[in-house]
T-cell receptor, first 116, second 113 residues
Framework: DVKVTQSSRYLVKRTGEKVFLECVQD?????MFWYRQDPGLGLRLIYF???????EKGDIPEGYSVSREKKERFSLILESASTNQTSMYLC???????????????FGPGTRLTVT | DQQVKQNSPSLSVQEGRISILNCDYT??????FLWYKKYPAEGPTFLIS?????DKNEDGRFTVFLNKSAKHLSLHIVPSQPGDSAVYFC????????????FGQGTRLTINP
């Protein structure tokens, strides 16, 4: 079974703090993603990475950065946390089904971040 | 602008009956669609997908229908079971290999015994 793990389930930080959210996958997937989930808005893509040291902006990258030094690990960084970054953060990795080109993204359990 | 829309925030269905969840999209470049299920305090889990070359895909109790001309897809669950109670998200991407997904807002499905 694919496993995507996130370093914390719940996190409380103060405004202005630097926050690191870690994600590790164990299936040798090339692609990894960070989303945030907010009520009424669904999941929105923050950043994604197709390979080690590569990153691309998603739909809402402002206020965030990422790091991918190893294939299995993808970190999300909030340089200076703000209250509007209080949210559920979800990491995912993906594989492609050979032959069909179909794919699915596997998600971690999420980190509920509260910024006060 | 919401490119993928799930206009029903919630749906309640009797156990054993059919559940139909709907999703509309506006971007005609979308060509790959997925449905995910999410329980509280867990990450979403993949249910079923469909590419734009098909109009139907089945997997057990789950069937996804795609109507490209209407830019509409639906997920049918038959028969509905109590364990199906969850939030369901549809998602779409522009190119099958790009894997950059755009999600809808989600529909909370409740199956009543």
């Amino acid at each position: 079974d694919v496993k995507v793990t996130q370093s914390s389930r719940y996190l409380v930080k103060r405004t202005g703090e630097k926050v690191f959210l870690e994600c590790v996958q164990d299936m040798d997937h090339e692609n990894m993603f960070w989303y945030r989930q907010d009520p009424g808005l669904g999941l929105r893509l923050i950043y994604f990475s197709y390979d080690v040291k590569m990153k691309e902006k998603g739909d809402i990258p402002e206020g965030y950065s990422v790091s991918r030094e190893k294939k299995e690990r993808f970190s999300l960084i909030l340089e200076s946390a703000s209250t509007n970054q209080t949210s559920m953060y979800l990491c995912a990795s993906s594989s492609v089904f050979e032959g069909t080109g179909d794919y699915e993204q596997y998600f971690g359990p999420g980190t509920r971040l509260t910024v006060t | 602008d919401q490119q993928v829309k799930q206009n029903s925030p919630s749906l309640s269905v009797q156990e054993g009956r059919i559940s139909i969840l709907n999703c509309d999209y506006t971007n005609s470049m979308f060509d790959y669609f997925l449905w995910y299920k999410k329980y509280p305090a867990e990450g979403p889990t993949f249910l079923i997908s469909i590419s734009s070359i098909k109009d139907k895909n089945e997997d057990g109790r789950f069937t996804v229908f795609l109507n490209k001309s209407a830019k509409h897809l639906s997920l049918h669950i038959v028969p509905s079971q109590p364990g199906d109670s969850a939030v369901y998200f549809c998602a779409a991407s522009e190119a099958q290999g790009a894997q950059k997904l755009v999600f809808g807002q989600g529909t909370r499905l409740t199956i009543n015994p």
